[in-house]
C-alpha cells in the first residue's frame, strides 16, 4: 500500500511544480552544444572531430546515465518520482541526495520511506535537498581560480593527504547512515530487521567487487560497483521484510 505522504509526493500537481527545473537543465545542455558547435570551426576543429566527439561523449554518457536510473529507484520509493526527476536532473547523485532526504526526514522526527513520514518531514526533506547544494554552486562561481591555493594549504604538496581527507569524510557521513540502522537503540540489534541484511549484504557484495577491481583492473567496477551492492542488498533486505 502506497504510503500517506508518497500520494501527495506523486501527485499532478508536483509533476507540473517540478517540470520548469528539468526543461531549463534541458535548454542549458542545448545552449552549451550550440555554442559548441558554432565555436569549434572557429578555434580549428573540422566537423569530423565535432561529430567524433560528439558521438564518443555520447556513448560515454551511457554508462554513468545507467548507474542513475538504477540507483534513482531508491529515490522513487523515498520522495516519489517528481523529485527524483527533478533532484537527479540537476545533480545526477543518489549518493547525495539520500543522506540528505534522510537527514532532513530524522530533524523533523520521522523516518525516510516509513509510515511515520509526514507531509512536514517530506517538504523538509525536498527543502535540504534542494538548498544544501547550492554551497556547491556558490563555491563553483566563485573560488574555482583559488581552489589551488586551498589545496596546497590543507594537504601541502601530499595528494594522498588531501586523497584521505575527502575519503575519511565521505566514510564518516555513510558509517553514520548504516550504524542508524543497525543499533537503532542501545544495546539493541534486531536481527530481523530488512536494513540490517541490506546493509550487510550491500557491504559484503562491495568488498568482493572491489577485491575483483583491484586483481582484474575491470573499469566497469568503480562505474557500477556501489550500483550492484544497493541492488543485491536491497533484494536481499526484501526477504525479510
Not at 121 to 133: D, K, S, T
Request: aromatic residues 10%; charged residues 10%; contains cysteine.
Amino acid at each position: 500500500m502506497e504510503l500517506e505522504y508518497l500520494k501527495t509526493a506523486n501527485s499532478p500537481l508536483l509533476w507540473i511544480a517540478c517540470i520548469p527545473a528539468v526543461v531549463l537543465v534541458i535548454v542549458q545542455a542545448f545552449m552549451f552544444a550550440k555554442r559548441a558547435w558554432v565555436t569549434g570551426p572557429k578555434i580549428g576543429v573540422t566537423k569530423h572531430q565535432m561529430v567524433e566527439g560528439a558521438r564518443s561523449a555520447a556513448i560515454a554518457s551511457l554508462g554513468p546515465s545507467l548507474v542513475i536510473v538504477i540507483g534513482a529507484v531508491s529515490l522513487l520509493a523515498s520522495v516519489g518520482g517528481p523529485v527524483a526527476w527533478m533532484r537527479l536532473a540537476y545533480i545526477g547523485s543518489v549518493m547525495y541526495e539520500l543522506p540528505a532526504a534522510d537527514r532532513a526526514a530524522t530533524a523533523a522526527g520521522s523516518t525516510l520511506g516509513t509510515n511515520n513520514m509526514t507531509m512536514e518531514a517530506f517538504a523538509n526533506a525536498v527543502w535540504i535537498m534542494c538548498v544544501c547544494c547550492l554551497g556547491w554552486i556558490i563555491i563553483s562561481a566563485l573560488f574555482t581560480d583559488k581552489m589551488g591555493v586551498l589545496r596546497d594549504k590543507v594537504a601541502g604538496d601530499s595528494q594522498a593527504a588531501l586523497g584521505a581527507i575527502a575519503v575519511g569524510g565521505g566514510l564518516g557521513a555513510f558509517s553514520y547512515q548504516c550504524f542508524t540502522r543497525i543499533l537503532p537503540g542501545v544495546n539493541k540489534i534486531d536481527f530481523g530487521s530488512a536494513q540490517l541484511w541490506a546493509i550487510i549484504t550491500g557491504f559484503i557484495v562491495m568488498c568482493a567487487l572491489n577485491v575483483y577491481g583491484h586483481k582484474t583492473k575491470a573499469k566497469w567496477v568503480a562505474q557500477f560497483g556501489m550500483t550492484i551492492a544497493m541492488i543485491v542488498g536491497m533484494l536481499v533486505g526484501t526477504c525479510f521484510m
